[in-house]
């Protein structure tokens, strides 16, 4: 059965996951039996501190880490454990944006090379890739001419920018975006969200989007769960949870967030620590 809007079928549902690692001897638990869904052209935040399992729930959806228990399915098929040629089939549907543009693509090959691979690897002819290629240029807002250029001739932005119109080449209906923005300057940050904003109006595509920040996930999205320590603490609409939270944890991460008036500021620190600080401990 398709994941349709308009009958509520989610377009991801994970249920119970557990992921264990191992670090030769001993098991890290890094997932604690992590539930969520995702809607048609929904956009998704995952937010938390580095190491609270945010980013391993991505990795897990995209088959990229191992889950020991519980299930994932897209679409209504089960594809907690997918391998092989059905995994690669699956990227026509189910794609990634990485954090380092820098790391994420390859410096030898032109822009033109890097978009085209993912389609003539499916088998779409010359023609009709270099067609799609020029259309997701524009989608991206770099000009026609960037596919003869390799990525080194281009910012950091511009580049998040080539990523992006990588991973929409197949046009597909979930984007795993993990920390997209968090390499980026704060004016490049707004610019790449206000992106991926107009892409998800245009093509009606799916976001679960990774950050340790609320307040570019209170841009973007339009629910937001929150990891701690392996385990999701608070699920709920954009506006409750990153402007009135009920955990304290994600207090905490509301009130980390800097303000620019420095008596704001003081006030969220200490707020902040009274939060983080034992009972009956004094706060100066």
Known sequence: MKADAKDGTP??????????????????????????????????????ESGSGKSTLGKA???LAQVTSGSIHFDGRDI??????????????????????????????????ILAEPLTAAGTGRAEARATVAEMLDHVRLPADAVNRCPGEFSGGQRQRIAIARALVRRPRLIICDEP?????????????DLFIDIQR???????FVSHDLNVVRRICHRVSVMYRGECVETGPNEKVTRDPDHPYTRQLLLASPVADP?????RRRHRLELRAPAGTPVS
């Open 80 to 113: 907690t454990n997918l391998k092989g040629a059905a995994r690669r089939r699956l990227a026509a549907d189910l794609q990634v944006v990485f954090q380092d543009p820098y790391g994420s693509l390859d410096p030898a090959m032109t822009v033109g090379q």
């Open 11 to 48: 377009l991801l549902r994970v249920a119970d996951v557990v992921v264990d690692y191992r670090r030769g001897r001993t098991t890290f638990r890094a997932l604690k039996g992590v539930s969520m869904t995702i809607g048609a052209g929904e956009c998704v935040g995952l937010v938390g």
């Open 263 to 267: 008596a704001r500021q003081a006030e």
């Open 181 to 193: 923005v968090s390499a980026l300057d704060l004016t490049t940050q707004a610019a790449v969200i």
């Open 202 to 208: 245009e093509t009606g595509v799916s976001y679960l």
């Open 61 to 63: 959806v995209l088959g």
